[in-house]
């Protein structure tokens, strides 16, 4: 029995992975290079077209438990992304090209996996796994809605990228928050003033023309353009992606109006991209308002940040709670397209399809992972018929089961509700792996 895989991105590549190493024949479908979105460059796979953070990996934040899961159970994608770490603070980030070229070479290597380079533009026969990604070819999303109806899409942000070498440490300093963990991001400080300069700019800069498909703008609340969030008043950003809190400026010992942060883009430590700043500015608006921020003033933008489309399904309508189609149980979807959002919850949907569908083509019962664990609270999230508007969601704690019983401390019931997860995967882990 063979197994279809469409789309080698994140989702894709955990998907292929899982079912490999479970001894399922797979034909990964992958219409790069022939064919690239607006947003990819590389012709890797996973390839990361926004921030090159994976986010936290501490357990009292619900990513950081999503990404311990998985390690327990042998996930392709944190896997390549431990090996390609670069230092940043208590966030897990990676050296861009190198965690792609890792994970496309895992998966060209394994002898159950056929690569098939080609755009699919109607859903095979057979079982299926559908990750295509949010940026679906315009072929593969007309056969998609003849079984689901009219998708749904909002615009995904990259923030811009500059060389270290470029910015002026006279003004910059590196600083973790609260000084916790190491010493990893560049921070700008901004005066009062300077934020002024740079506020007034920014709500009003020119945007980067729309498509005519795009023109109704719906923006998903985690990935929100940067001059969008400064639009909604004066001292968003000062909350936001500019918030000074925990960053005393080492050079006046006192905390600044504003602060932006630069985080490490790559292992050879010279490329950094600007944390929050993602946008659809044009390129020559963000080269001006962005060289405002002090000591960005002579900055080197080795890539601008970009908008784009991203599709997704109303999962609830559509999905169970196996990422099964509830119209036709032989298709699965995986990644962005389910209303999962971020890396980590893109690969986590991928390992779920893979893991139950391997178990499905052997006869045997899929695994509920339960509401217990992050990997189960993403697919009870999607598939919750109750929900009547279905936006993306990142992992939180707040879609994972509660403890039952009071824990003042938030951090200390964080903890604990990750030690209930953990103890839950091990407990799974024989019908797992």
Do not use: W
């Not at 990228?161 to 991001?185: L, N, P």
């Not at 169970?320 to 949907?349: C, H, N, P, W």
């Not at 951090?411 to 019908?431: G, H, M, P, T």
Request: aromatic fraction near 10%; hydrophobic fraction near 35%; charge should be negative.
């Amino acid at each position: 029995m063979t197994v279809s895989v469409i789309g080698a991105g994140l989702a894709g590549c955990e998907c292929a992975y899982q079912l490999a190493k479970r001894g399922i024949k797979v034909n990964l479908y992958e219409m790069k290079p022939k064919m690239k979105t607006p947003a990819h460059s590389s012709n890797n796979f996973a390839e990361l077209v926004c921030s090159n953070s994976l986010r936290s990996n501490e357990l009292t934040n619900g990513v950081g438990l999503l990404k311990e899961e998985m390690r327990q159970l042998d996930g392709l994608i944190i896997k390549c992304a431990d090996a390609t770490k670069v230092p940043a603070g208590g966030a897990l980030a990676v050296d861009r090209e190198g965690f792609s070229e890792l994970v496309t070479k895992v998966i060209k290597e394994n002898e159950n996996i056929n690569i098939i380079e080609e755009e699919v533009t109607e859903i095979p026969e057979g079982y299926v796994i559908i990750a295509s990604g949010p940026l679906t070819s315009d072929k593969l999303s007309k056969s998609i809605s003849k079984i689901t109806g009219d998708g749904l899409y909002f615009f995904d942000a990259a923030a811009p990228i500059v060389t270290k070498e470029s910015i002026d440490f006279d003004k910059a300093f590196y600083k973790a928050r609260y000084d916790k963990g190491t010493a990893d991001y560049i921070n700008c400080p901004m005066s009062r003033e300077e934020y002024e300069v740079f506020y007034n700019e920014l709500i009003n800069g020119q945007e980067a023309k729309l498509h005519d498909f795009d023109k109704e703008l719906k923006v998903f609340e985690g990935c929100m353009p940067v001059e969008v969030m400064a639009k909604r008043g004066h001292d968003t950003l000062l909350f936001g992606p500019l918030k000074p809190v925990g960053l005393e400026n080492p050079k006046t010992g006192k905390e600044e109006y504003a602060v932006v942060q630069l985080r490490r883009d790559n292992k050879d430590d010279t490329l950094y991209n600007i944390v929050g700043f993602q946008t659809h500015l044009t390129f020559p608006e963000q080269k001006r308002i962005f060289s405002l921020i002090p000591g960005l003033e002579n900055a080197e933008f080795v890539r601008y940040g970009v908008m784009h489309r991203n599709t997704y399904l109303n999962s609830p309508v559509f999905l169970d709670k196996f990422y099964r189609l509830k119209k036709d149980d032989r298709i699965m979807f995986a990644g962005q397209m389910t209303g999962v959002e971020g890396y980590i919850e893109s690969a986590a949907s991928g390992f779920c399809c893979g893991v139950n569908m391997a178990k499905i083509v052997k006869g045997e019962e899929p695994i509920d992972f339960t509401k217990e664990t992050a990997l189960g609270a993403l697919s009870h999230y999607i598939s919750d018929e109750s929900v009547k508007k279905f936006q993306p969601m990142n992992i939180n704690f707040g879609i994972i089961e509660g403890l039952g019983y009071k824990v003042r401390d938030k951090k200390q019931r964080y903890l604990k509700i990750s030690e209930r997860a953990l103890n839950k995967i091990e407990e799974l882990k024989e019908r797992i792996l």
